[in-house]
């Protein structure tokens, strides 16, 4: 052992020394030799061999709990991927997938309710004696054009707001919407032509109460909404005579908010009487603004008018009506929702129509994460309706990861593999990602992680995980 005269110490080491502690004792003085002028540091110095391999340490931890989601429910219908969408997202991350639904061939599987709606004041009885011929031509044909449709039937009739009774209300419901063919039949039968008398009727206050009370009258949620609308004049407008009679605008807002689709049948042409606009606008005495009443409330709702109607040739009119009808009934429009109001889902390419029966409808969905495990349907449903076309299960962040992370202070290569029972668990040899589906809830499972440099060095990581009981909730059919 040397030292400078700057107190630098230095020493060779032989091999024999490893392993063995030496007590140094150093004097420091100045150039005289008196003592009171020096100091004496003592240590101890224990020889040891820098080790060629130090091992990695792992300095990750793992969530020790997993929540479950709930056991999905099976596809129902003709849907793509079968087997529904089961996937892993991180928070605030976003995934997209595709996803469709085909359409059976034939006649849709809906519901159905269809109102007729007369004008049965004083000049209507030869189209009054037409209807109810026809009602049953109707709706036999009807029933045998939608096979898969349940149709209810409903009648209601309007007059003037003078002419007392229910028409002081604007409507006269006289049967209710049913599947009994001769319920309906017979309230039909029972109408005769009286009252009115100063040409326009109560047509639009009749409409806007049907509209905003469908429901109380027989309405099944989910059905497609149609009213069969007779009438040889239209109706009053704008609280004329000082009477309630609703804006022609409040009236069209009112049956597309109920989403119900008007079919008027007139004996007139384009323009005239059902489908006139000058007459009303001369007796409130401003100008014409070009809409037709008829064919506004026809077109405003989704609906058609039909003009020249012949009503004593009742095959025509059914055939003409029905044919109407049953197209519209097979023109569907599809969206796809979430039953988990909870998840963060987008259609991002929102309604898809029209489309018919045999056709595909396919939509591309996007998932954003919320860190949170959850288990829920797609459902295609008739647009507007909630009428159920197909649903497949979704299962987001169901399965446990884990990536383990380890430092090599030599900077060494690291893998990793699993030590012992792995219950089922994969771990990626280059990334220490653990990827674990979990089958049984309510209890624990132990798992054991090595860590190896490329030069042999292995710390070990032990850990337990538990999963907890499957999170159960109301789930839609």
Do not use: C
Not at 70 to 92: I, Q, R
Not at 104 to 128: A, C, H, K, W
Not at 403 to 423: K, L, M
Not at 445 to 453: G, S
């Amino acid at each position: 052992m040397q030292i400078t005269t700057e107190g630098r110490i230095t020493w060779t080491l032989s091999a024999v020394r490893v392993g063995h502690q030496y007590r140094v004792r150093l004097h420091v003085r100045e150039s005289t030799t008196v003592d009171q002028y020096s100091a004496v540091q003592e240590f101890d110095l224990m020889v040891l061999v820098d080790p060629a391999n130090r091992p990695p340490v792992i300095v990750s931890e793992p969530t020790y709990v997993h929540r479950l989601p709930a056991d999905p429910l099976p596809s129902d219908g003709d849907v793509t991927p079968v087997d529904g969408l089961h996937f892993a997202v991180a928070p605030n991350q976003t995934i997209t997938r595709q996803v469709s639904v085909t359409l059976p061939p034939g006649s849709p599987e809906i519901d159905v309710d269809v109102f007729f709606l007369v004008d049965t004041t004083g000049s209507m009885g030869s189209l009054i004696d037409s209807v109810k011929t026809g009602f049953a031509n109707i709706a036999n044909e009807l029933i045998s054009d939608l096979p898969n449709a349940d149709l209810h039937f409903a009648a209601a009739e309007f007059k003037d707001f003078e002419d007392g009774g229910s028409f002081s209300n604007g409507l006269e419901i006289d049967q209710s919407l049913t599947s009994n063919l001769s319920a309906v039949q017979g309230a039909i039968n029972g109408w005769s032509a009286s009252g009115g008398g100063d040409t326009p009727e109560q047509n639009l206050a009749a409409m806007e109460k049907l509209a905003n009370n469908w429901s109380l009258y027989g309405g099944r949620q989910g059905a497609q909404q149609i009213v069969i609308y007779a009438a040889d004049i239209l109706g009053w407008e704008d609280g004329a005579k000082g009477y309630p009679y609703p804006s022609l605008d409040v009236v069209i807002g009112s049956l597309v908010a109920a989403d119900v689709a008007v079919y008027a049948l007139s004996n007139y042409g384009v323009g005239e009487r059902l489908d006139a606009d000058g007459y009303l606008d001369w007796y409130l005495q401003i100008p014409e603004d070009g809409r037709k009443q008829g064919s506004a409330i026809a077109a405003g709702t989704g609906g058609e008018i039909f003009y020249n109607v012949n009503f004593g040739d009742v095959a025509s009119v059914s055939d003409t009506i029905t044919g109407s009808i049953t197209s519209a009934v097979n023109d569907i429009t599809v969206d796809v929702i979430a039953s988990d109001l909870s998840v963060q889902f987008t259609n991002t390419t929102g309604v898809v129509g029209v489309i018919h029966p045999g056709d595909t409808a396919t939509f591309d969905v996007t998932f954003t994460g919320d860190g949170q495990a959850h288990s829920f349907d797609l459902q295609f449903v008739r647009a507007g309706t909630g009428v159920q076309l197909g649903k497949l299960p979704v299962t987001v962040n169901a399965d446990w990861s884990y990536d383990v992370d380890a430092i090599d202070p030599g900077e060494d290569d690291v893998t990793y593999q699993p030590i012992g029972d792995s219950h089922g668990a994969s771990i990626a040899p280059g990334s220490g990602v653990i990827a674990w589906q979990p089958i049984e809830s309510n209890r624990s499972y132990a798992f054991t992680v090595q860590a190896r440099n490329s030069r042999g060095g292995t710390p070990l990581r032990r850990g337990r995980s538990s999963s907890t009981t499957r999170a159960m909730g109301m789930r839609a059919p």
